[in-house]
């Protein structure tokens, strides 16, 4: 039995390998399970690939989209069929930590938005109460 991978990350070209690792390590400290692939290959070896393997998610680092912040995330196992369902999206990199939400059926890219940035408000708010409870002690 396969191990369960939630991302093969797959870089665009050799010069954007770098890239790649920190998308890799980025999407690796929220949990996920990676597959980073070690050199470069066409995009249609990389999905197939991470359909082979069973891969839940590609992450796909290419020039345009990385010279934006963004990464090309392509949901494998979405239900084509169902409406609403994101199969792709161009997720920012400072967001790969809720990636999940730009995910969700019946979302719009407004609905994501508003998911990520209160996701990182919750964040900073955490922050926020642990220095104020430092300066209470």
């Known amino acids: 039995m396969l191990a369960q991978i939630d991302y093969v990350v797959a870089a665009f070209n050799p010069t954007m390998y770098g890239a790649a690792t920190k998308v890799a390590a980025a999407l690796r400290e929220k949990g996920s399970s990676v597959d980073l692939l070690p050199t470069h290959k066409k995009a249609r070896w990389a999905f197939d690939y991470a359909d ?16 934006k912040g963004q990464v090309a995330i392509k949901d494998m196992r979405a239900n084509r069929e169902a409406a609403g369902v994101v ?20 979302t719009s890219d407004d609905d994501c938005e508003v998911r990520s940035e209160l996701a990182e408000a919750y964040k900073r708010l955490a922050a926020l109460t642990k220095r104020v409870e430092a300066l209470e002690l």
Do not use: H, M
Request: proline fraction near 6%; charge should be neutral.
């Open 52 to 67: 082979r393997v069973g891969a839940a998610r590609v992450a796909y680092v290419a020039p345009e989209e990385w010279g």
């Open 87 to 106: 199969i792709q999206a161009n997720v920012p990199f400072e967001k790969l930590s809720v990636v999940d939400s730009f995910f969700r059926a019946g």
